[in-house]
C-alpha cells in the first residue's frame, strides 16, 4: 500500500478526532516532517508509523479496514479468525478453513500451520487416533519450539492445539508459552490464555493422577482469577 494513501487517510482520522499536528508528532519527528507525511510528500519508518496511530488511538488493523484498500488482508483475518472460533468437532468448517487456505496463499507459513491443525483435527474425528493426529501437531510445535520467543497469534495458535500432546510434551510446551506471555505482562487477553492453560493442564493432571501438582496449579489459579476478575474460572478451580 502506498504511503501517500496511508497520510492522507491519516490525516482525514486526525482531523475528525480534532487532534493537532504537534500533538501527533510530538517526540516522533518534526511538525514539518509529519506534515509532509500526512500530505503524501515523504514516507517514515514502520516504527514511526506505529506510534502515529498509537498517539490516535488507532490499530494497525483498524488502519487496513478504514483504507478498505487490501482485500488480501481481509481474506487471511477471515481465516484467522474463522479457526479461532471455530468448534472442533465441525468437520464442514474444518474443511472450509483449509479450502479457503488453499485458495489464498501456499506460502503464508501461519496459515499453513493453521491448515497442519485442522488436517490433524479432521484425522481425530475421524478416527480417533490421537497418535496419527499428532503427527501435524508435532510439525507445528517444533517450527514454533525453535523461536527465541513467541508473538500473540503463536501463543494463541498454540494454546487451540496445547491439550492434544500427551502430558510431558504438555508440561514442556506450557512452560515455554508462559514464558513468552510474560513477555506481555499486563495484557489481559493473554494472562486469560495463561489461566486457562492452567486450569487445563491441572484436569490433565488430575486424569493421571498426579493430584499435589493439580492443587499447587489450582491454588495459583485462583490468586490470577481474582487478580483477573474471572469469577466463573474462580468456581471451576474451587
Known amino acids: 500500500m502506498k504511503y501517500v494513501e496511508i497520510g492522507l487517510t491519516i490525516k482525514k482520522i486526525r482531523e475528525d478526532k480534532g487532534i493537532s ?42 488502519i487496513m479496514i478504514i483504507l478498505n484498500k487490501d482485500t488480501t488482508f481481509e481474506v487471511r483475518k477471515d481465516i484467522i479468525n474463522s479457526f479461532f472460533n471455530l468448534t472442533y468437532n465441525n468437520k464442514e468448517e474444518l474443511n472450509l478453513i483449509i479450502e479457503k487456505i488453499n485458495n489464498y496463499d501456499s506460502e503464508d507459513l501461519f496459515l499453513q500451520q493453521i491448515k497442519k491443525i485442522c488436517e490433524s483435527l479432521l484425522i481425530l474425528l475421524s478416527t480417533s ?31 487451540s492445539i496445547l491439550f492434544l500432546f500427551p502430558l ?24 486469560k490464555i495463561k489461566l486457562n492453560i492452567s486450569i487445563n493442564f491441572s484436569l490433565l493432571l488430575i486424569k493421571n493422577q498426579l493430584f499435589e501438582e493439580s492443587l499447587r496449579i489450582i491454588d495459583n489459579a485462583i490468586i490470577l482469577c481474582k487478580q483477573l476478575g474471572e469469577y466463573l474460572r474462580l468456581g471451576i478451580c474451587y
Request: aromatic content about 12%; proline content about 1%; overall charge negative.
Open 21 to 62: 499536528q504537534k500533538f501527533v508528532a510530538s517526540n516522533i519527528m518534526t511538525q514539518s516532517n509529519y506534515s509532509r507525511f500526512e500530505n503524501g510528500i515523504i514516507d517514515v519508518s514502520s516504527q514511526a508509523l506505529l506510534k502515529i496511530l498509537d498517539r490516535l488511538d488507532i490499530t494497525p488493523d483498524e
Open 129 to 159: 487416533d490421537f497418535k496419527k493426529a499428532n503427527i501435524g501437531l508435532i510439525e507445528v510445535w517444533y517450527d514454533l519450539s525453535k523461536r527465541n520467543r513467541l508473538y500473540k497469534a503463536d501463543i494463541y495458535l498454540i494454546n
Open 168 to 191: 510431558e510434551t504438555v508440561r514442556t510446551i506450557k512452560s515455554f508459552v508462559e514464558r513468552n506471555i510474560d513477555y506481555y505482562k499486563g495484557e489481559k487477553d493473554l494472562e
